[in-house]
């Protein structure tokens, strides 16, 4: 039998441990499995564009485990009434292919999101830093706020986005979080005037440079999440050449994310490696670093085994015969036509 998680019993999780909680475990979970980098099979996410959006299929697997995330990323689903973002994933066991666990992805992946900018900052910010810019203040913005709050020690919010209903509603969720302000900014310019680190999450489809090179101060470090599809971009591409530029797998960030607006000789590094102590990550207090975030696979991989045994703690989910249980594996014609058989004995 497979294990079905609804978002139901996702926030039930959440109502046990509390948001701080499980997103520290997040981290850890996800920082888990980045210093596991070479044990993983990894390709660049599918992805079937429209003008509409984008649906993706990502999968990653090890020895043991293979898991796949659905989702999409369509900017104008908010006049529909429905989330940008929607997502279900699948964790598998690799010896059978057996399905384990189906799950809800929409509010995991929003958390998963905030833990790997967390994991990230944890690596490449300043120590000490205290005020970050929040540039898109929707559906991800209140995961990443309470993410850097809670886990990174953000006292301050410089908050912006081009619908000012979309802070607003920020703020009422915001206020009051003990020892956090958020402040409401007429730009993202202003937003950005000392800030230590810079968070970027809007949604347009478009190559959008949000972020140009003169906003920078010496020492920011950026997390750029919402360039995550071919021709969507956030940041100027002044913004990286004046950088030192991390991504987690550079074949899918070179496609994607802000950095597909560079040459392919331009340096990057991978997250795994500055884990892993191969490489270096922020080298001085002077240097600004960018964490071109497009999101990958290995994360949900990390969430979907969080999240699955988080749910077994509490006894939340239940069981569903997403594939059938036969006395005989190679009878499945016979599965098929049970119910007409129970029928005709009961008539």
């Given at each position: 039998?497979?294990?079905?998680?609804?978002?139901?019993?996702?926030?039930?999780?959440?109502?046990?441990?509390?948001?701080?909680?499980?997103?520290?475990?997040?981290?850890?979970?996800?920082?888990?499995?980045?210093?596991?980098?070479?044990?993983?099979?990894?390709?660049?996410?599918?992805?079937?564009?429209?003008?509409?959006?984008?649906?993706?299929?990502?999968?990653?697997?090890?020895?043991?485990?293979?898991?796949?995330?659905?989702?999409?990323?369509?900017?104008?689903?908010?006049?529909?009434?429905?989330?940008?973002?929607?997502?279900?994933?699948?964790?598998?066991?690799?010896?059978?292919?057996?399905?384990?666990?189906l799950?809800?992805?929409t509010?995991?992946?929003?958390?998963?999101?905030?833990?790997?900018?967390?994991?990230?900052?944890?690596?490449?910010?300043?120590?000490?830093?205290?005020?970050?810019?929040?540039?898109?203040?929707?559906?991800?913005?209140?995961?990443?706020?309470?993410?850097?709050?809670?886990?990174?020690?953000?006292?301050?919010?410089?908050?912006?986005?081009t619908?000012?209903?979309?802070?607003a509603?920020?703020q009422?969720?915001?206020?009051?979080?003990?020892?956090?302000?958020?402040?409401?900014?007429?730009?993202?310019?202003?937003?950005?005037?000392?800030a230590?680190?810079?968070?970027?999450?809007?949604?347009?489809?478009?190559?959008?440079?949000?972020?140009?090179?003169?906003?920078?101060?010496?020492?920011?470090?950026?997390?750029?999440?919402?360039?995550d599809?071919?021709?969507?971009?956030e940041?100027?591409?002044?913004?990286?050449?004046?950088?030192?530029?991390?991504?987690?797998?550079?074949?899918?960030?070179?496609?994607?994310?802000?950095?597909?607006?560079m040459?392919?000789?331009?340096?990057?590094?991978e997250?795994?490696?500055?884990?892993?102590?191969?490489?270096?990550g922020?080298?001085?207090?002077?240097?600004?670093?960018?964490?071109?975030?497009?999101?990958?696979?290995?994360?949900?991989?990390a969430?979907?085994?969080?999240?699955?045994?988080?749910?077994?703690?509490?006894?939340?989910?239940?069981?569903?015969?997403?594939?059938?249980?036969?006395?005989?594996?190679?009878?499945?014609?016979?599965?098929?036509?049970?119910?007409?058989?129970?029928?005709?004995?009961?008539?």
């Amino acid at each position: 039998m497979t294990t079905l998680l609804t978002t139901r019993d996702i926030a039930s999780i959440v109502s046990a441990h509390g948001l701080p909680e499980v997103l520290r475990q997040m981290v850890a979970g996800i920082e888990g499995e980045f210093r596991r980098w070479p044990e993983f099979d990894k390709v660049p996410r599918l992805a079937s564009h429209s003008r509409q959006g984008v649906i993706e299929l990502m999968p990653v697997a090890d020895a043991a485990h293979y898991s796949f995330k659905y989702v999409n990323g369509h900017p104008a689903n908010g006049r529909l009434g429905l989330p940008t973002v929607m997502a279900f994933g699948v964790l598998a066991e690799v010896s059978t292919g057996k399905p384990l666990l189906l799950s809800e992805l929409t509010l995991t992946t929003a958390m998963r999101t905030a833990a790997t900018s967390v994991m990230a900052a944890k690596l490449l910010a300043r120590p000490g830093s205290r005020t970050m810019a929040l540039i898109g203040n929707g559906a991800q913005s209140e995961f990443q706020a309470l993410a850097f709050h809670h886990l990174m020690g953000i006292s301050t919010l410089h908050l912006f986005d081009t619908d000012t209903a979309a802070t607003a509603k920020l703020q009422r969720h915001l206020r009051g979080v003990p020892g956090l302000k958020a402040v409401a900014c007429g730009s993202t310019a202003e937003a950005l005037l000392g800030a230590d680190i810079v968070t970027t999450v809007t949604a347009d489809k478009r190559n959008a440079t949000i972020v140009t090179p003169a906003m920078l101060a010496p020492g920011m470090h950026l997390n750029a999440v919402g360039g995550d599809c071919p021709g969507k971009t956030e940041l100027h591409p002044g913004v990286l050449a004046a950088a030192s530029v991390f991504v987690e797998y550079e074949p899918q960030s070179r496609i994607e994310g802000d950095l597909q607006q560079m040459p392919a000789s331009f340096p990057v590094t991978e997250l795994w490696r500055v884990l892993g102590s191969q490489a270096p990550g922020r080298q001085s207090d002077a240097e600004v670093t960018v964490f071109d975030s497009v999101g990958f696979a290995l994360e949900d991989f990390a969430a979907l085994r969080l999240m699955g045994a988080l749910a077994a703690e509490l006894g939340l989910g239940q069981t569903i015969d997403l594939i059938p249980e036969m006395a005989d594996p190679k009878d499945l014609f016979g599965e098929l036509m049970q119910p007409r058989a129970a029928a005709l004995r009961a008539a």
